[in-house]
């Protein structure tokens, strides 16, 4: 059993409550636009118990939030609401199980080849739907009713969608951080740390590895269940491969190998882009939205080599010149200086 | 299938694979010997066919001229995108790495719409190659379209040359084997990274600007031509040049007959083939050896 860090605790659980008063005094763009961050912040950490915790770089983690979504739009019923018990667990399993198969195969290759296996598994899912009318093709497909119990769970209701995402979220979050602290999610860490000396002590890890890439194709189908509720539209841009990158992204920013910083870096990701899309701070340059990201991003590359969770502890380390725990752990992780102001 | 048609889709496909084999070569060599998995790679790609475009009017319109001025200016573009964004990554992850490349291709595809707008332009070959030439007795085939399989075949035959008979390709060779020992030996690793880098870059806007007459000048082109390059050196095996040809020219036929006979599922061919060669060989075709 791994110890839990207070401070990280403490962070998530009022990330939480923010979250849980946020309706209070939000409008109904700011509940949508959180509605959706959370449901990246989902995905995000389904990727991160592969990248961060396992070790493994998935680079098509978009097809299966595409599956989840797809599966959610082709198996409701036409004319009526259908109910979110059996849909949700539904397009969850459409999305394990494509995950299954995937993994199957993709986990026989290691490294880079892995990280484009896995792209080309993604790309075969596009363009599927991309290029055959089962899913709509380009113009994608419309879910008509959403999907609800009755009036208490009507999922067609913001609010109602908001705190059912958020309920989620944290269940996501507690599972993971569960899952990871058991003895099977030590497996992964050891596999991530050394997979042959895994080997060599005993276990079989291409079976933890597969197990961890379905229970992660599987939440990011949850994800997509989601999406495609909260919009009421699939089309194949959901499975391209700028959304698999940019949720690498959004991990790495917030930092690798912590589910807060999966959490944060959802967060941070989808608001810079909402910051610089936003033509009431940038004008008539909000439409090259990109390049302040693109900027941002750079920047937290040159700056924050660990990711914003190192933040505080570097912003420690410039103010009292060391850390305790940075001095055993960092060692050669940190970046000179003189690199650092080179790039700025 | 008329055998004229397929003799016509085979020079298709000759000349596709080779443009891709000088874009992913960049790719493989820089992954190879750096280290760097370069998404960015694409934009450079881009940058060649815009420059094709926009440095035409400048230098009086001479192809000839633009080809010129363009790679020269895309080596001083990569010399200096090297020394201010890579030279001090390379001891950090692979994925810091893949973070970084990933912000570069938003802000060249931003100062892209910037500078040049998001339409769609034509580029005109030059004159005496605008013509085309006679096959059989209906078809014809573009002449600029053998002038770029020429030349891009005359491009990789020198720079096979460069790897295996100059000092500068063994230090290259050597440097993608072991980095330290090269260190030791005296020679500027800081240095040879630089060079490999403004070569890759070269090399990318060299194809981009010799493909933009067939392909015209479009928004997000860098994009398309970056993940079939990374099929390319994958199936090739990563950091092999003669993989990466091989790849290339089986990436080419695939697609062109693919697009032909099968345009149902054209998109999906390439993706499906490299996934059963890698499961067939996990390492890609060739072993990386230089």
Partial sequence: MGHIDKGKLLFTGGVFLALALYPLVAESYGIDLVTKIMIYAILALSLELLVGSTGLVCFGQAAFFGIG?????????????????????????????????????????????????????????????????????????????????????????????????LVFLVWTFVFLAILLRSHFGRVLAGIRINEQRMQASGFSTYPFKLAAFVTSGGIAGLAGFLFAVQDGFVNPEMMSWHLSGALLVMIILGGLGHLHGALIGAFVFVFLQELFKSEAVFGDFAKHWHLGLGLTIIACVALLPRGLVGLPEMLHQRLFGFSQRAKGKANGKLPDNTATEEAV | MDFSIFLIQCLNALQYGLLLYLVAMGLTLIFG?????????????????????????????????????????????????????????????????????????????????????????????????????????????????????????????????????????????????????????????QFLYRVVFAAGVAIAAFAGMVAAPISSVYPGMGNQVLIICFVVVVIGGIGSIRGAFFAALLIGLVDTFGKVLLPQASGVLVYVLMA???????????????
């Fill in chain 2, 33 to 189: 010997i750096m280290g760097v998995i370069n998404l960015a790679h694409g934009s450079f790609y881009m940058v060649g066919a815009y420059m094709a475009f926009a440095l035409a009017p400048l230098v009086g319109g001479n192809f000839f001229a633009t080809l010129l001025v363009g790679v020269a200016l895309a080596a001083v573009l990569g010399y200096l995108l090297e020394w201010a964004f890579f030279s001090f990554l390379y001891e950090r992850e692979h994925l810091q790495q893949v973070l970084m490349t990933y912000g570069l291709i938003l802000v060249f595809e931003e100062l892209r719409s910037l500078l040049v707008g998001d339409d769609v332009y034509g580029v005109t070959p030059p004159d005496f190659l605008a013509g085309s030439i006679a096959l059989g007795d209906v078809m014809t085939y573009p002449v600029y379209r053998l002038f770029v399989s020429a030349v891009c075949l005359l491009l990789a035959l020198g720079m096979y040359l460069v790897f295996t008979r100059t000092r500068l390709g063994m230090m290259i060779r050597a440097g993608s084997v072991n980095r330290e020992m090269v260190q030791s030996l005296g020679i500027d690793i």
């Fill in chain 2, 276 to 290: 059963l060669i890698l499961l067939w060989k996990p390492n890609g075709l060739f072993k990386a050896a230089g």
């Fill in chain 1, 69 to 165: 979504a797809y599966a959610a739009v082709l198996l409701s019923p036409e004319s009526e609401a259908a109910g979110w018990w059996w849909l949700l667990p539904a397009s969850v399993a459409a999305a394990a199980l494509y995950a299954l198969f995937v993994g199957a195969l993709s986990l026989r290759t290691k490294g880079v080849y892995f990280i484009m296996v896995t792209l080309a598994f993604a790309q075969m899912a596009y363009y599927v739907v991309h290029d055959t009318p089962l899913g709509g093709g380009t113009d994608g497909i419309y879910l008509y009713f959403k999907p609800g119990l009755d009036t208490l769970v009507d999922l067609g209701n913001p609010y109602i969608l908001y705190f059912f995402t």
